[in-house]
């Protein structure tokens, strides 16, 4: 531990193997060092056994009195005795009192299930019909939603299962609905309603000239009133012009309507060609004319048709001279004034001249000729001519 000054060793220095602490081995010391203390225990012996406590308590058995331990775990070598009393047996891990147990069910309507047996062991029991239904999703007393089917479990039909998607939710409508479902069991569920009541209003009809003057409170896009535009009036369910209040001017016969309104009114009118207007009529121009003067021993002869009289003639016995009628002396002695009248006579005419008026007189030459021919017909030809050629008479 030191020296002197001759480098002579004076005391020696303490052994470091004893100021260790020695270690506590369960399984022995496996190694120790210079000073006698342990530096290193022996491992844990390997565990052969394998029966655990709950195993021998599953037999209705203690444990046994052989053990070790393997990773904080009691193993056994056996298990010791039964816990069971005479005349009982162990039951998955429970004394039970021995019995002979039940048979298996057969025949089952609905499936079998696992059951006991009575005597702690199991055996095949046939389902009631309320376990068949539950457990194939049918319950008791089911209510379905409007729009489901309700399936009936044949087992018992007091259980029911619903299938299919319930009804919409029904639409609250102010005008009414729109749309209903079209789901089978929901024709009564609305699903749209009318934004608006115009599918129960009906829109009045607007005239020519005319304009709404109103839309319904609850459909605002019809209209239920108008009034005629500025110059129309209201007739009936349309809107005329005020010129159609204006009275017609009455045309007169032989006049046609010279002017319309825009109501197609006559207010206006002029005489037809041929015509001239006298006051309110239409006169014809023929009644413009100026009556011809009739001279004494004359008449009308011909009047226009107006009635005015256009020309005159002298009566019979009256010759026309100018504006006059002047006595017909040859009418007076039964002479022809006109020689195409005497040749239509057929007979002999010889001219007369009575104060300077020239004069036809003429003879029937057959009634000259009978008194001298008589029955000869022959000489009765022969007269004619010879009295018409140079007015003799012979047979």
Do not use: F
């Amino acid at each position: 531990a030191s020296t002197n000054s001759c480098d002579i060793c004076i005391s020696c220095a303490s052994n470091p193997d004893c100021d260790v602490e020695s270690k506590y081995c369960s399984y022995g010391c496996a190694s120790y060092n210079s000073c006698q203390k342990c530096v290193a225990c022996e491992e844990e012996p390997a565990c052969t056994y394998s029966l655990t406590a709950s195993d021998c308590s599953a037999e209705c058995r203690s444990v046994g009195s052989s053990s070790c331990v393997q990773n904080g775990t009691t193993y056994y070598a056996s298990c010791g005795a039964s816990k069971c009393g005479s005349g009982q047996s162990c039951s998955n891990g429970t004394c039970v009192d021995d019995c002979t147990p039940l048979n298996d069910e057969e025949n089952c309507s609905w499936g079998s299930k696992s059951c006991s047996d009575n005597c702690g062991g199991y055996r095949n029991c046939c389902k009631t019909a309320s376990e068949y239904c539950t457990e194939s999703g049918y319950s008791s007393g089911a209510t379905c939603d409007k729009g489901q089917t309700a399936e009936t479990c044949a087992a018992d039909s007091g259980y029911k299962k619903c299938t299919g998607a319930g009804c919409p939710a029904s639409q609250t409508c102010t005008y009414g609905c729109k749309t209903y479902s079209s789901q089978s069991g929901c024709s009564d569920v609305c699903t749209a309603c009318y934004a608006d009541n115009c599918h129960k209003q009906t829109a009045v009809s607007v005239p020519a000239n005319a304009s709404c003057s109103a839309y319904y409170d609850d459909c605002p896009s019809k209209c239920s009133s108008w009034t005629c535009n500025g110059n129309y009036y209201q007739s009936g369910n349309s809107c005329k012009h005020i010129d159609c209040m204006a009275t017609p001017v009455s045309v007169p016969a032989n006049a046609s309507c010279s002017n319309t309104n825009s109501c197609g009114i006559c207010t206006a009118w002029n005489c037809d060609s041929g015509y001239y207007q006298s006051g309110n009529s239409c006169k014809h121009i023929d009644c413009m004319a100026t009556p011809v003067s009739i001279p004494a021993n004359g008449y009308c002869a011909s009047t226009n048709s107006c009635g005015i009289c256009t020309a005159w003639e002298c009566y019979d016995g009256y010759n026309k001279s100018s504006s006059l009628c002047e006595l017909n002396v040859c009418w007076q002695n039964n002479w022809y004034r006109d020689p195409s009248e005497a040749e239509k006579a057929a007979t002999r005419c010889e001219i007369r001249k009575v104060s300077g008026t020239t004069c036809y007189e003429c003879y029937q030459c057959d009634e000259l000729c009978v008194p001298v021919c008589g029955s000869n017909i022959e000489g009765m030809d022969a007269c004619i001519h010879r009295c018409l050629s140079n007015g003799s008479v012979s047979c």
